[in-house]
């Protein structure tokens, strides 16, 4: 085969290296797809287990919620059963004081305000809530609060 045939040959099909061009691109794209494809299925999976775990502890807070709630409500309830007879009790002796004279008075003296004392801390005796050392003295010295 001299030049002058290939160089016949490649006018009449010049279109067939273009194509071949496009047939190795397509395929390389092809390929390169395919390794994609394969990754996305991958993260799509880990990211569905992770979906599934995070679910499963939003649950779990869920039901660990409504226990400490239930619970909660209980230690209320019977915290509440516990005062009621010190209610009715500081009550009756309210009303027992208020027919007398001295019940009639304006003002306690000091020693009827340390009964009302020794009331309301038989009343809150076990209160979480009064045990953070809310009474004692403040300092004179303290720094006043950031603002």
């Not at 067939?16 to 794209?29: C, E, K, N, Q, S």
């Not at 390929?31 to 995070?54: P, S, V």
């Not at 309210?94 to 009343?123: H, M």
Request: charged letters at 25%; aromatic letters at 6%; a positive charge.
């Amino acid at each position: 085969m001299t030049w002058a045939a290939a160089g016949a040959l490649l006018r009449r099909f010049w279109w067939v290296v273009p194509m071949i061009g496009l047939l190795a691109a397509l395929h390389f794209t092809r390929t390169t797809l395919a390794d994609r494809t394969a990754t996305l299925r991958t993260e799509r999976a880990a990211w569905t287990a992770e979906i599934a775990k995070a679910e499963q502890l939003r649950l779990d807070a869920e039901k660990r919620f409504a226990s400490q709630q239930a619970a909660a409500l209980t230690t209320y309830a019977d915290r509440l059963a516990a005062r009621e007879p010190i209610i009715l009790r500081s009550t009756e002796t309210v009303r027992t004081y208020a027919q007398t004279d001295a019940g009639r008075a304006a003002c306690l003296p000091a020693d009827r305000v340390r009964g009302i004392d020794a009331l309301d801390a038989e009343l809150f005796t076990g209160d979480p809530a009064r045990s953070r050392g809310g009474d004692q003295a403040m300092s004179a010295n303290g720094s006043p609060p950031a603002s």
